[in-house]
């Protein structure tokens, strides 16, 4: 995500969009799975539009002076580091499942995939944070790691 | 228990690891270090709070009576019906308009697998479509693969069922069938694409070629049934040639129809 500015405009497109086709909410069907969908398109329609701005912006010669960092508290953790490496597919996958706690079947929904897909994707992403794990050097993100409760 | 068996528990256990690991994959993580840093690095992944099965109800709730001032969309049933009458109107209408002169030199065999492989490729793009109008539906074959998974399985099928033989005028008796084709594909997408309005489409390129490949297919089955040229080349380029070209169209308008949304966006913005 570019900026957190950023976010809440996904956020807040999210949510009209929503708005928008609520009709297509079938009542008795799982929610998450609709909603996520919908937020995920909405994402990705974020970043194209993004990106296209990004080309047409022109290159300055001198850089503005780049304001103070400051603490938004938002600070990526340990686990979002690592998730962050991987592909944008698996990544998701994961993400829904161990953070969103999604079923298999939720996450398959709210991606357009199916259950089989996404279980591979799952699979992939762990083989490969587990070589991520092994190579990352001590004192890094997996001292971090293991000094979680 | 291997690596590959502890993967399996992971992706098919809740959200908490640790506690829901059964005894074997407990002993498989006493040994393999491998396996324990991945888990440990899954259970740090806790901080971000679901939302409460109440929230969620609440949620659902406020949903369902919200629908009341808009028309909800009617059962998958009625649209799954409504295509199917679109597709089999235009193919009857297209076949009163030139005649069934396939019939006549088909094998029964020849018909009845040629109708049969249109009829399921238009259900299963019909399934597909329909599916997709809704946000979060459970789909059977990825959305992404049908266009092509259906355009392959035709293919086949047809050049199997069909000897290839040496046609003369081939250029020309191929070009006058994709005339005759492709109106019929054409008169079919209108409806179609009313129909789909009444949904969500979230991926308009997808959906533009699933649904300019069912709108294509019309115009197949109406020159399946009309042109008693049997030659597997023919149908394959000529007759097939109608539902690629739909499926061509339906993509680039959807691709139209997204930019045009991602303009009007960066407008307002």
Not at chain 1, 66 to 95: C, K, M
Not at chain 1, 110 to 131: D, N
Not at chain 2, 127 to 145: C, D, E, F
Not at chain 2, 159 to 174: K, L
Request: aromatic content about 6%.
């Amino acid at each position: 995500m570019a900026s957190r500015e950023h976010a809440d405009d996904l956020l807040q497109e999210t949510w009209l969009r929503i708005h928008r086709v609520r009709h297509t909410y079938r009542p008795g069907e799982p929610v998450l799975p609709w909603v996520y969908a919908i937020a995920r398109r909405v994402r990705v329609d974020g970043y194209r539009r993004t990106g296209r701005i990004m080309m047409h912006e022109t290159a300055m010669e001198v850089l503005p002076e780049r304001p103070a960092q400051v603490e938004s508290g938002n600070s990526l953790s340990a686990f979002d580091t690592l998730v962050a490496t991987l592909p944008e597919g698996q990544r998701e996958v994961v993400t829904m499942l161990k953070m969103g706690g999604l079923s298999l079947d939720e996450v398959a929904r709210a991606t357009s995939s199916t259950v089989g897909a996404v279980k591979q994707k799952a699979h992939r992403a762990y083989e490969k944070l587990r070589k991520l794990l092994e190579i990352r050097p001590e004192g890094g993100l997996r001292e971090e790691i293991n000094e979680l409760p | 228990m291997n690596c590959r068996d502890v993967d399996r528990v992971l992706i098919e256990s809740e959200k908490s690891v640790t506690a829901s690991l059964p005894a074997q994959a407990q002993g498989h993580l006493m040994s393999c270090e491998r396996c324990r840093q991945l888990v440990r690095a899954l259970e740090a992944s806790g901080g971000a709070e679901a939302p409460s099965p109440a929230l969620l109800l609440q949620l659902e709730r406020s949903l369902a009576e919200d629908l009341q001032p808009v028309r909800p969309l009617a059962p998958q049933r009625y649209f799954l019906a409504a295509f199917a009458a679109i597709y089999v109107l235009i193919v009857a209408f297209g076949v009163y308009r030139m005649g069934a002169f396939a019939f006549s030199v088909m094998s029964p065999l020849q018909a009845i697998v040629t109708l049969g492989a249109l009829a399921a490729s238009a259900g299963v793009l019909t399934s597909s479509l329909v599916q997709q109008m809704v946000p979060g539906s459970r789909h059977r074959i990825r959305p992404h693969y049908v266009p092509a998974a259906v355009m392959i399985s035709l293919m086949s099928v047809m050049a199997g069922i069909f000897q290839f033989q040496h046609e003369q005028n081939f250029w020309r008796q191929g070009w006058s069938c994709l005339r005759a084709g492709a109106p019929f594909g054409l008169l079919a997408a209108l409806p179609f694409w009313l129909l789909l309005r009444r949904g969500a489409i979230l991926a308009p390129r997808i959906a533009g070629a699933a649904t300019g490949l069912l709108a294509g297919l019309v115009g197949t089955s109406a020159l399946e049934i009309h042109c008693p040229i049997l030659d597997a080349w023919h149908i394959l380029i000529w007759h097939l040639g109608v539902a690629l070209l739909g499926a061509v169209v339906g993509f680039a308008a959807g691709f139209a129809g997204e930019m045009a949304a991602r303009n009007a966006q960066s407008a307002h913005h």
